[in-house]
């Protein structure tokens, strides 16, 4: 028998039976019983009945034995599992204890290996100054600034210490872009030996700088665009230029739309001639397709005064590297209407015939082809053909003149031929241009009307309502209502399969409605939303849009017709006495069809009444599709119609709720990466409206535009515009243009501004500012806005103490001596955001003259300090300003029993900092 057995055997056993066993057991024994005794009853000649009730009388309380004889059977097992629960919480205590004590053990262990490390380094540098090494062999330099760990680290000895070893050591950059300068003791002058900015720099990695003794290593924050930091594009040489594009990496913001504005700014022939030199010495597939794609669309708005277009698009088509080549190819199809991909071979006779030509001229020439294939095309080429003229919208949306070659080559009568064939492939080559088409009245008159009304192809019928509904097309209006209405009759008959074409085209012919926008149609529109056919959502959705276009309203699922009836009649007079008069049709369940409403309304002028004077003070919301549109990437033909169309709205021409919607989409946009200079003028004249709400939103999407340092004068006059909200706004654009160039331009205005009537002009100037800009009476002001507890924000209630400190003080980046002692004062205060963002503005920025009376305001408020946070940046700041006037504190911090070890921890790092001054 072994141990385990013996044990097993010492200990008492445990009944294997379950508690329902055992319950059943016992009331098995009491059955038996009961039924003995019930039996020698009737033997005695009693009754059933009397026998049964004299036995349970003679028993008993028969279910309190029960349940006492059951407590007893499991009384062990109650026990055993008490036990158990007891002996569970002791071994948990036990491992928590265990726990606790090997972490405090390891934590001991870990400070005092770090103590031995130290005194190790300690006696090396100690035996250095015995023997005499030089100080070339060993020593110590310094890092500051925007850095994660900024202190003083060591050369290994007998080794060297490289720069991008030390920025990797002290964690990289806190914020990118960067200057990166090293100051280095020559003689009894102290020299820089090492500057440059991180967007110069082509590999991070290759900053192999060698660090001596005593070097000072600076990391700066630019406060300028992260673009660049250096000098200007005109600026830059060929040498700057080439290594720019021969970089191993692509540079923070080397994109093709910045590209193609500096390309924009220098001599096309002295750029192309810096790509071809150097182009077989670009490592970098990326950088090739961003040169392509920079230059691309650099040139294609002005082809007839480009330059070399098709040169660069050369370079690409006979790079070594196949996804370069195809970069260049998908710009040739969309340029030139023509896929290479299948006639790789012609391309160089291409090239040779037409390089020294013209571009306008080559695409004017490519599509005269393309028509003349076109006619005799069948298949896949005609899915080709047709695709390729689609692509080509884009471009022909620039040069109008295109569209001219178009129709005098006859693609309208190949179109006219194509959309009563009843081949497939011409059908879905109409459907795919008329769209993109710039079709004059007389084909859309004859061609597409009867189209829209009746074809039998949905994908035609589709494209023939689409390219009706233009704001030009004021005629178009009632034969457009009369499809939508037609439709709208047929719901209620349709079966399923036929009600989902049924409401695409309701759903086109209340956008196009939409897009010619002519508010006559509106009550007749709000009549619809108000009938009841069941299982329509995407028709009375397509219709709420098309609401949504004239009125500025989003669409919501639950404006229903009661809700659109009320909005009529509380908006309704702006659109008009004669819109204003019009009734909403009372519709049955199946509305009137269009021929009664047109002898209702036979009697109504055919044109639209004028928008001049209206006002939507609305956001135009309904937009969205357009500025999706813009922002997507998948189709760029897309998103250059969608700007082409946003430029028409901009106009000073349109109307004023136009404008407005423009400008909204603008900024909804400006994510996207496009062109900005076409929108620059427009918006600039937008600026000088004499609506408010326009004047507004260009101000905002001004700075976006590339607005530059010379257009600080645009914006200037802004600030004694008469409306609140304007001038609320100049501050953000000024800050957001200049960037802190000019700052003897920009602060009198910012004076200005914070010496406004309004709260709310101030309000928004001083949340503008991130500490761009200072001056002696600047600060002064600034000052006093953060003292003075009788100035609020009008419409909010607060005051604009928080503000100052939190988006002006706090960040400057050069803080003077009446700054530094505000925000010493502020340490004292009972919030932790102020006081917390007073204390992290002391890590940084602190003049010279300024650090002693830091040092003792932070003296005072260290040992007062509650809030971890605040506390931890009142140590970085005093790293940056201590002297022994701070070692008694510090002492005393890193000896009490008190202090927690991340606060001693702080306490020994400035203590360290200020042993190696």
């Not at 004669?578 to 309304?601: G, K, R």
């Not at 960040?811 to 205060?829: F, G, N, W, Y």
Request: proline residues 4%.
């Amino acid at each position: 028998m072994n141990h385990t057995d013996l044990l097993h055997n010492m200990l008492p056993k445990i009944d294997p039976r379950s508690s329902e066993q055992i319950q059943r057991e016992v009331e098995d024994e009491f059955d038996f019983h009961l039924a003995a005794l019930e039996a020698e009853l009737i033997q005695s000649g009693t009754s059933l009945a009397e026998a049964r009730n004299a036995a349970r009388v003679r028993f008993g309380n028969a279910d309190k034995y029960r349940y006492q004889c059951t407590r007893i059977a499991l009384e062990e097992r109650i026990m055993l599992q008490r036990i158990n629960a007891v002996l569970m919480v002791i071994v948990l205590l036990a491992v928590i204890g265990v726990s606790v004590q090997m972490y405090l053990t390891q934590r001991h262990n870990s400070l005092a290996l770090q103590a031995i490390v130290d005194d190790i380094a300690d006696m090396k540098v100690e035996a250095l100054a015995d023997t005499g090494e030089s100080a070339e062999s060993a020593g110590v330099v310094f890092i500051d600034g925007n850095v994660p760990r900024p202190g003083v680290y060591q050369i290994p000895k007998g080794g060297i210490l490289n720069l991008n070893h030390l920025l990797s050591a002290v964690g990289g950059f806190e914020n990118i872009p960067v200057h990166i300068s090293v100051m280095r003791e020559q003689g009894d002058n102290q020299e820089c030996v090492f500057e440059k900015t991180v967007t110069e720099l082509s590999d991070l990695w290759k900053l192999n700088v060698s660090l001596q003794d005593g070097d000072y290593v600076s990391v700066e924050r630019l406060p300028s665009s992260p673009r660049d930091g250096s000098d200007d594009v005109e600026g830059q040489t060929e040498t700057s230029w080439r290594d720019r594009i021969t970089a191993q990496h692509i540079p923070r913001g080397f994109t093709a739309s910045e590209l193609g504005n500096e390309f924009a700014q220098l001599d096309p022939e002295e750029v192309f001639q810096i790509l071809s030199d150097n182009w077989n010495d670009i490592p970098n597939r990326n950088v090739k397709q961003q040169l392509i794609e920079g230059w691309y669309y650099r040139n294609k708005k002005e082809l007839d005064r480009e330059a070399h277009l098709l040169d660069v698009l050369h370079l690409g088509m006979t790079d070594d590297d196949s996804e370069v080549q195809r970069w260049a190819l998908y710009c040739l199809r969309i340029l030139v209407v023509r896929d290479f991909s299948f006639e790789l071979t012609a391309y160089e006779p291409w090239y040779e015939a037409n390089r020294d030509r013209p571009c306008l001229d080559v695409v004017a020439d490519e599509l005269r082809r393309i028509v003349g294939e076109l006619r005799e095309a069948e298949g896949f080429e005609l899915k080709l053909l047709s695709e390729l003229i689609d692509e080509n919208t884009g471009i022909r949306l620039y040069h109008p003149e295109l569209n001219t070659v178009l129709k005098e080559e006859g693609l309208f009568d190949i179109l006219a031929e194509f959309i009563n064939s009843d081949d497939k492939d011409r059908n879905a080559a109409t459907a795919r241009l008329i769209p993109n088409l710039d079709l004059d009245e007389e084909f859309l008159r004859q061609v597409a009307v009867p189209a829209a009304q009746s074809h039998e192809e949905l994908g035609i019928r589709h494209a023939s309502i689409t390219a009706l509904g233009n704001p030009e097309n004021k005629w178009a209006v009632d034969i457009l209502l009369a499809i939508l209405l037609d439709e709208f009759e047929k719901l209620p008959h349709s079966s399923r399969s036929e009600k989902s074409t049924v409401e695409i085209i309701i759903n086109q012919a209340a956008k196009a409605l939409g897009e010619i926008g002519d508010p006559k149609v509106i009550p007749t529109m709000i009549g619809l939303l108000d009938t009841d056919v069941k299982d329509a959502e995407l028709a009375f959705r397509g219709v709420a849009k098309g609401l949504g276009k004239f009125t500025g309203v989003e669409y919501d699922e639950s404006h229903d017709g009661e809700w659109w009836r009320y909005w009529w009649m509380k908006n309704k007079d702006r659109f008009g006495p004669e819109v204003a008069a019009l009734p909403i049709p009372e519709f049955e369940t199946t509305p009137v069809t269009s021929a009664q409403l047109q002898d209702e309304s036979k009697n109504e002028a055919d044109t639209s009444p004028s928008r001049e004077g209206t006002d939507i003070n609305v956001a135009f919301l309904s937009a969205d599709d357009l500025a999706t549109a813009i922002v997507q990437r998948k189709d760029p033909e897309l998103r250059a119609a969608s700007l082409e169309w946003l430029q028409e709205m901009l106009s000073t021409e349109s109307p004023i709720w136009q404008q407005k919607s423009g400008l909204a989409i603008l900024e909804k946009s400006l994510s996207a990466k496009f062109d900005r200079q076409p929108f620059r003028p427009l918006v600039i004249e937008l600026m000088k409206s004499d609506e408010v709400d326009i004047r507004s939103i260009a101000l905002r999407c001004f700075p976006a535009l590339d607005a530059t340092t010379d257009d600080l004068d645009l914006v200037i006059p802004l600030a004694d515009d008469e409306e609140r909200s304007v001038r609320a706004l100049v501050g953000r654009a000024l800050i957001g243009i200049d960037q802190g160039k000019n700052p003897d331009v920009v602060i009198p205005v910012l004076i200005k501004l914070l010496n406004d009537s309004d709260g709310n002009v101030i309000y928004y100037t001083i949340r503008s500012m991130w500490g761009q800009y200072s001056s002696p009476e600047f600060d002064e002001l600034l000052i006093r806005l953060s003292r003075d507890k009788s100035l609020s924000n009008l419409s909010r209630g607060n005051k604009f103490h928080h503000d100052v400190i939190y988006f002006s003080l706090s960040q400057m980046q050069s803080k003077s001596v009446p700054v530094c002692e505000r925000l010493v004062e502020e340490l004292a205060h009972p919030d932790h955001n102020n006081k917390g963002r007073a204390a992290w503005g002391l890590t940084y920025g602190v003049v010279e003259e300024a650090k002693a009376l830091v040092e003792d305001g932070l003296l005072a408020a260290l040992p007062e300090e509650t809030h971890d946070y605040t506390r931890e940046q009142e140590f970085r700041a005093l790293r940056n300003v201590v002297t022994e006037k701070s070692r008694p504190y510090l002492m005393s911090v890193i000896e009490s029993e008190m202090e927690t070890e991340r606060f001693k921890h702080e306490a020994r790092a400035v203590l360290e900092y200020l042993d190696r001054q």
